[in-house]
């Protein structure tokens, strides 16, 4: 069973790979598990508003709304360089 930061991680890339592909893609978290994750077995609510609030923390995402149920998050594209990277795989675990 793969531990919890490395499912953050991988959730992370794909929610950032989907932004890459779709710049001005914007939506909620139940939004971004249904449509940009595919319902990803391992995408629960729990992991993907960890995946999002981290990647929020690092201002590679912006986030709209101030009740957590509604939030919508989009993709920082001042950011676009190091979110890049990280994709990649060369930008390590998104905690280091």
């Not at 890339?13 to 249904?34: E, Q």
């Not at 009740?67 to 990649?88: G, H, T």
């Amino acid at each position: 069973m793969p531990d919890d930061s490395n499912v953050r991680d991988r959730i992370s890339k794909k929610i950032l790979g989907y932004l890459l592909a779709h710049p001005a893609a914007a939506d909620s978290t139940d939004g971004i598990r249904h449509w940009w994750l595919l319902n990803d077995d391992q995408a629960g609510e729990v992991t993907v508003r960890a995946a999002l609030d981290a990647l929020a923390s690092r201002e590679w995402l912006v986030a709209y709304g101030a009740d957590v149920q509604s939030r919508i998050y989009a993709l920082n594209e001042l950011k676009i360089d190091a979110i890049r990277q990280f994709v990649d795989d060369s930008g390590g675990p998104l905690n280091g």
